[in-house]
């Protein structure tokens, strides 16, 4: 399965009733002329999400859907919302779905609580709960067998039959480039998907908080312009904003910069001790930096006169680590993941 999709189809964060009115309006439309590009109703020049949107508030005004508060932001997609693997959508799906909001309400979920088995994964623990709950009739019996969990976009992780497994696909979350266009020839280009980023503590239970962030090159080497001037932006004058207003030091200065590298690596290879290493970090008081979802991809701009190259090392650009703090620590890190899309 390709988890580069989630269940929430309001973008709330959470799973709200709304999410189970989309869900089972999306059953219905698909297996509808409406839902059919071919078929009249179908706007072409609409996409399935805006036609979705006008059939579901026409389905509504016929009493035949419920109203919901919340606006529809994604449709729900096979790969995450088909719990079953069966290869369509069914209505064993639907009882799943409406069955988990109930669970994640309730202190069997809960690994601390007495009923949640924690020799067993979250999924087996659901079936087990489901089982329970059909036999005093809460919930309706199903055929198929469940293989995997609704899941929210904030997760890391997907609770599936056989263990979690990481939210991704097959997309580089780092990619360095040389820029070729205009006056902006040799600049060096830095994307980083903060979103992708997945704790190392499986017991993390923390708001997915990136506090800091190193940037290590093992054959660039950067130097500011001046005092005032690095060289160094993000991209997007919003992510600039995000980045400069999130992350400072004690003084209230923006940290985000060209630092010393100094550490050991992860690999435990040794540091080069030059300014190779672009990094911000939280250092405020009670400073706990922003969720990566809300970092999401970035991209850094370092300007053509402020970097070199060192090709007695290498001809191509060599990342030698990455080093990803969460908000409780500077001990506790993730790494990053491969990405989606």
Not at 153 to 158: F, G, T
Not at 280 to 287: A, M, Q, R, S
Request: negative net charge; charged residues 25%; proline residues 3%.
């Amino acid at each position: 399965m390709n988890f580069c999709c989630h269940d929430d189809y309001t973008k709330s964060d959470s799973f709200t009733f709304d999410d189970i009115s989309i869900y089972i309006g999306h059953q219905n439309w698909i297996n509808n002329s409406a839902s059919d590009p071919s078929g009249g109703i179908y706007d072409t020049d609409k996409t399935d999400l805006e036609n979705f949107r006008i059939w579901y508030a026409d389905q509504v005004s016929q009493k035949n859907l419920n109203a919901i508060d919340d606006e529809i932001q994604v449709l729900p997609k096979l790969d995450c919302g088909d719990f079953t693997e069966s290869g369509s959508f069914t209505f064993d799906d639907i009882s799943i779905y409406i069955g988990h909001q109930n669970w994640i309400n309730n202190s069997a979920s809960d690994p601390s609580g007495g009923i949640y088995d924690t020799d067993k994964n979250a999924t087996e623990n659901f079936i087990s709960w489901y089982t329970d709950q059909v036999s005093q009739k809460n919930l309706n019996a199903i055929d198929q067998d469940i293989k995997h969990l609704p899941s929210l976009e904030v997760d890391s992780v997907v609770h599936t039959i056989n263990g979690d497994v990481v939210r991704g696909g097959d997309g580089e979350p780092l990619v360095i480039d040389v820029d070729t266009t205009g006056d902006t020839t040799g600049d060096l280009l830095i994307s980083f998907d903060a979103s992708t980023a997945t704790h190392l503590n499986e017991n993390y239970a923390g708001d997915g908080r990136i506090k800091g962030v190193e940037l290590v090159f093992d054959n660039i080497e950067f130097t500011p312009t001046d005092e005032f001037n690095t060289g160094l932006s993000v991209d997007t004058p919003a992510k600039q904003q995000l980045i400069d207003e999130q992350y400072k030091d004690t003084l209230g200065n923006k940290t985000l910069n060209y630092y010393y590298d100094y550490s050991i690596r992860t690999d435990g290879s040794d540091p080069r001790n030059n300014k190779s290493v672009i990094g911000f970090i939280d250092t405020t008081e009670n400073g706990d930096g922003e969720i990566k979802t809300n970092l999401g991809e970035l991209i850094f701009r370092v300007k053509k006169d402020n970097w070199t190259k060192n090709t007695e090392i290498s001809n191509d650009i060599i990342i030698a680590d990455v080093r990803i703090w969460d908000e409780t620590s500077e001990v506790e890190r993730y790494k990053l993941q491969p990405k989606c899309g």
